[in-house]
């Protein structure tokens, strides 16, 4: 075993001038380990050889070893007999010299210090915050609600909006694996056939259709409710769980409406009247709406119902969630006694495309946090999932759901006047007309 030095390096005691001082610097050791392969001498020792010098010893090395490791961190003097100011150059033979200078103290390619202490701190937090880390990711993963309902939906239509993609396309995936005949709502009809395609294979369930629908256009809305009316005489579910959120900058649909509450909002709430009529005929029958926690962060300004040219666009996601459930609300109370039930929910904090918008570079934690802790497509499905099918809320009606389970709203959402109010603006703003249905 040998381990060769530059001579430069050993500079001590004695004063230097300045310009010696930077060349001890820039001095560079080399530490060579050759660990003897016959067994005998298994404990590996360290040596310096000053009379190499850096060149010859390179030399050397380069026809000799596999792989070289540069280490940045100071030497140990100790090891090395070098300069703490020196900086080393390890030079691993084969896997098995990597072993052992593993063993001797170059883990993980750190070297051992006379900061020993901070390196050894450093590397404790490092493996606390990694172990915090992945138990919050655990946690959130293992009480995370999951649907255990095996209701089959044979004979059972359901519409579901945004279908092509995220939770929607998870839920459509499941209620087809039941038997239902699944119509996929989109506006994207590319991307809807290939899932479409995809959940026939995956579920052997031919009945999934897929019809356009942009929610953010009305007449486009009114196109697809006309065409559901023609040919469906029943509707046993409808999902409302098409989504947007906008970045900073908004935008207004084609008929003057800001698009994220024109698509969140006021396209559910027209499509929910022009379909009424088919869902009361088809009772019991259910409307389930994707609503959101985020809700919270808001609230609904009853003089700004269509909010052109507010900023930034993103806060208006959480209002349109929030119009969402006084909608929710509002509509399960007019619906009282026609067994057309309507519950909403809060899917929880997904890893899906409704991210897309969130500008650089803001995008980067939040896709680290997206993919480190929030839940699939499919977890977060499974609340919508639980209200399309399951027995246990079969007659419960007006209700906020979140992990399979009720949850509770807060006091704002609870305003029943603020909700009627809502309705009012929202029938003049979607342009509802009296020869449309009423609710
Ligand atoms: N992800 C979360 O953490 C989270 C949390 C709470 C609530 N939610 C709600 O969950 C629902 C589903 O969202 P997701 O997370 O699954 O996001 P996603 O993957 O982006 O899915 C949203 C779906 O809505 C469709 N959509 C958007 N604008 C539309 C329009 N104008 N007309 C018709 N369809 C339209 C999208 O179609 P394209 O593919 O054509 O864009 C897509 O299929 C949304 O209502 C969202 O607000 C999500």
């Given at each position: 075993m040998t381990i060769a030095s530059n001579n430069n390096c050993k500079h001590r005691g004695g004063k230097e001038?300045?310009?010696?001082?930077?060349?001890?610097?820039?001095?560079?050791?080399?530490?060579?380990?050759?660990?003897?392969?016959?067994?005998?001498d298994p404990q590996p020792r360290l040596h310096t050889d000053p009379s190499v010098s850096e060149q010859a010893f390179k030399a050397k090395v380069a026809s000799s070893v596999f792989h070289s490791i540069p280490f940045h961190s100071a030497p140990n003097?100790?090891?090395?007999?070098?300069?703490?100011?020196?900086?080393?150059?390890?030079?691993?033979?084969?896997?098995?010299?990597i072993r052992d200078l593993n063993r001797m103290g170059f883990i993980f390619g750190w070297l051992p210090t006379e900061h020993y202490v901070r390196d050894i701190f450093l590397l404790t937090l490092s493996a606390a915050i990694a172990a915090t880390l992945m138990s919050i990711r655990f946690y959130?993963?293992?009480?995370?609600?999951?649907?255990f309902?095996?209701?089959?939906?044979?004979g059972k239509t359901v519409i579901i909006t945004g279908a092509n993609s995220g939770i929607g396309k998870e839920t459509a995936k499941d209620l087809a694996g039941r038997g239902a005949r699944v119509i996929m709502a989109c506006r994207n009809l590319e991307t809807a056939n290939a899932v479409k395609d995809e959940i026939i294979k995956e579920t052997?369930?031919?009945?999934?259709?897929?019809?356009?629908?942009?929610l953010g256009s009305q007449k486009s809305v009114r196109e697809f409710a006309a065409d559901i009316?023609?040919?469906?005489?029943?509707?046993?579910?409808?999902?409302?769980?098409?989504?947007?959120?906008?970045?900073?900058?908004?935008?207004?649909?084609?008929?003057?409406?800001?698009?994220?509450?024109?698509?969140?909002?006021?396209?559910?709430?027209?499509l929910t009247h022009l379909l009424i009529d088919v869902l009361k005929k088809s009772a019991p029958a259910r409307i389930v709406i994707v609503a959101s926690e985020l809700y919270r962060l808001s609230s609904v300004?009853?003089?700004?119902?269509n909010p052109v040219g507010s900023f930034p666009a993103a806060y208006l996601y959480y209002v349109s969630k929030f119009a969402n459930i006084y909608f929710a609300r509002e509509l399960a109370k007019r619906l009282e006694g026609t067994r057309v039930t309507v519950n909403f929910l809060h899917p929880g904090m997904i890893d899906s495309g409704i991210w897309r918008n969130v500008p650089f570079p803001l995008n980067l934690p939040m896709?680290?946090?997206t993919k480190g802790f929030f839940k699939t497509t499919k977890a977060g499905a499974q609340t919508t999932i639980y209200l399309a099918t399951s027995d246990e809320v079969a007659n419960v009606n007006g209700k906020y759901f979140m992990d399979c389970k009720e949850a509770t709203l807060n006091a704002a959402a609870l305003d029943e006047e603020k909700g009627r109010k809502i309705w009012e603006e929202s029938l003049k703003i979607a342009k509802l007309t009296p020869q449309d249905p009423k609710i």
């Amino acid at each position: 075993m040998t381990i060769a030095s530059n001579n430069n390096c050993k500079h001590r005691g004695g004063k230097e001038s300045e310009p010696q001082k930077k060349e001890q610097r820039k001095a560079t050791i080399i530490a060579a380990m050759t660990i003897p392969m016959s067994g005998d001498d298994p404990q590996p020792r360290l040596h310096t050889d000053p009379s190499v010098s850096e060149q010859a010893f390179k030399a050397k090395v380069a026809s000799s070893v596999f792989h070289s490791i540069p280490f940045h961190s100071a030497p140990n003097p100790q090891l090395t007999g070098a300069s703490p100011k020196c900086r080393p150059v390890v030079v691993a033979a084969n896997y098995r010299s990597i072993r052992d200078l593993n063993r001797m103290g170059f883990i993980f390619g750190w070297l051992p210090t006379e900061h020993y202490v901070r390196d050894i701190f450093l590397l404790t937090l490092s493996a606390a915050i990694a172990a915090t880390l992945m138990s919050i990711r655990f946690y959130l993963r293992i009480t995370a609600g999951r649907c255990f309902t095996e209701t089959k939906m044979e004979g059972k239509t359901v519409i579901i909006t945004g279908a092509n993609s995220g939770i929607g396309k998870e839920t459509a995936k499941d209620l087809a694996g039941r038997g239902a005949r699944v119509i996929m709502a989109c506006r994207n009809l590319e991307t809807a056939n290939a899932v479409k395609d995809e959940i026939i294979k995956e579920t052997n369930n031919s009945k999934i259709l897929v019809k356009k629908l942009d929610l953010g256009s009305q007449k486009s809305v009114r196109e697809f409710a006309a065409d559901i009316v023609k040919t469906e005489l029943k509707i046993d579910v409808l999902i409302h769980n098409a989504g947007m959120a906008l970045a900073f900058r908004g935008q207004t649909s084609e008929d003057g409406v800001e698009l994220t509450m024109a698509t969140n909002h006021y396209g559910p709430f027209l499509l929910t009247h022009l379909l009424i009529d088919v869902l009361k005929k088809s009772a019991p029958a259910r409307i389930v709406i994707v609503a959101s926690e985020l809700y919270r962060l808001s609230s609904v300004n009853l003089n700004k119902l269509n909010p052109v040219g507010s900023f930034p666009a993103a806060y208006l996601y959480y209002v349109s969630k929030f119009a969402n459930i006084y909608f929710a609300r509002e509509l399960a109370k007019r619906l009282e006694g026609t067994r057309v039930t309507v519950n909403f929910l809060h899917p929880g904090m997904i890893d899906s495309g409704i991210w897309r918008n969130v500008p650089f570079p803001l995008n980067l934690p939040m896709m680290a946090i997206t993919k480190g802790f929030f839940k699939t497509t499919k977890a977060g499905a499974q609340t919508t999932i639980y209200l399309a099918t399951s027995d246990e809320v079969a007659n419960v009606n007006g209700k906020y759901f979140m992990d399979c389970k009720e949850a509770t709203l807060n006091a704002a959402a609870l305003d029943e006047e603020k909700g009627r109010k809502i309705w009012e603006e929202s029938l003049k703003i979607a342009k509802l007309t009296p020869q449309d249905p009423k609710i």
